[in-house]
């Protein structure tokens, strides 16, 4: 059964009736007699399948679904319509077989006792999910070391700073060795150190146990490190799955080629390099094009022809430029699954 | 055994080491708890002056000492709060992290509410043993059959507690302040429970319907087994009764649970 994918959903669909006021005094005493309504569809007609061992990113702004796809995969969240598949499990029916196969982090919500050290919280999971005592102690040892929290899982949870605490809340949500990994939001808030602290533990627990990962996340960097699989999730719907090379790409098909030239160039050379992509820069020491990904080696050529070329560069958009502009462009890159070969 | 009943008792019992750590963890508003819930011993204090005449219908002066340190008792013994928790953790999806482990969050709840009790009872003691000393000690049941009845209706005492509660708490899935609602709840139990007034002195036709409330159920019945004032006949109607509460409010408790999950997250969660 090794290709039965590890996560499998079929038309998922979650609605959420959510009530709507308008501001003010009046409007709210009427709320209290007459409320209004609204039904949000947060997930429409989702699927798609991973494979075990996956690294997925879910992309999207907020309010995009993919949190409340990745509380559906957990079992958190119970489907309005559609079907999904984890570990040949219905999630939402919560059985004790599944939960001891998967874990869910939230950058935002805590498993830890908040008076209590880390410690008391991993050994309850210790024994609410089975795990071995020789097992439990070596999983402890090699995380707390590759955290560097050997001090800190023995102080009350509310004295940690936020990275600390989100270093515990991942051992407590590994030491049962989870089949499936779902995060969402693992980093929020932390600096950029930190960031890469938890993003490294993360891969370095993929390698080694070669877990399924599923990751939302607004650093992109996260996602562009982590994830080789990208599901760009927006207003509930999929919009894209391919790689991040492949989404830039396709939102951004022109590469930047750039470098430093030691004249200003005349008016012949400027058309010239017109004709073959779009002029970003004609500065007097720098020039940029962008051109279409097979053109590059000509481009490339033409301007290491230049008197004084130096500094070549050849470049994929900003990975945080293609967000925006994904975002920005909303409804007009409707591109179904699998989307690979987008170039 | 089972491995399987080994595994349920293990998790019992770690979830039980759990709740002890907190309780400790929170001592001070443990004994503000304690403090908040004295209102008996005012009671006392109240209607043992009323009583300095003469007997105020079966009670006199020392019935009503004995009537009211037992209401403290067992006010102690059967304490919950899972409906603040619970609350709380459905409003801000703290839940979640409860629902992602492989043991019923009612479960964990029901722990780690009993394993406070004994710090609890450790706390309110001082309380309870200065008023025993002030007011002269409480006549307890000589019974044995009564005494072998206490710890079994103390604990659907406390079950009643717990399933109100709780049933009240997984209003939170759909309202957003299911708490207060359980302050509606309180102010019931303050006046029928039989927390201020022994419901024996009730005037007549409210007594009666009084004594068939859970809220009795769950404190004036406990109360009156402990202190020796029920034949066996009304000890084994009430606990009968207590049984029917028990039942039907827990019934309750698991619809709101079942439902509530299903509506679950609506919160942003």
Known sequence: ????????????????????????LWPALRALFRREWVEVEAVRELSFDIARGERVGFLGPNGAGKTTTLKMLAGLLHPSGGRAEVLGFEPARRRPEFLRRVALVMGQKRQLSWDLPALDTFELNRVVFDVPRGLYAERLDEMVELLDIGEVVRRPVRTLSLGERMKCELVAALLHGPEVLFLDEPTIGMDVAMQLAIREFIREYHRRHGATLILTSHYMEDVAALCERILVIDEGRLRFDGSIDALVRRIRPLRRVAIRSGAALDDATRTGLGALGQLADAGPSRVALDVAPARVPEVVARLLALPGARDLEVQDAPLEEVMRELFSRRGELDAGPGEEGAR | MSASGRGRRSKVAALWRLGVAEASAYRASLLVWVLATTLPLISLVLWRALAESGPIGDYDQHGFDSYFIAAFVVRQLSASWVVWDLDRQIRTGELSALLMRPVHPVLHHAMTNLSALPLRTALAAPVGLAVLLATGGISITEDPAMLALVVPVLALAWAINFVTQLAIGCLAFWLTKAAALYDVWLGAYVVLAGYL????????????????????????????LLIGRLSVAEAVAGIGLQLVWLVALGALAALAWRWGLRAYGAFGA
């Open chain 1, 1 to 24: 059964m090794a290709d039965k994918p590890a996560i499998s959903l079929a038309r998922l669909d979650k609605r959420f009736r959510v009530s709507e006021r308008e501001p003010g």
């Open chain 2, 197 to 224: 007034v022994p419901t024996s002195l009730f005037p007549a036709g409210l007594a009666e319907v009084a004594r068939m409330l859970p809220f009795h159920a769950a404190l004036g019945f406990p109360v009156e």
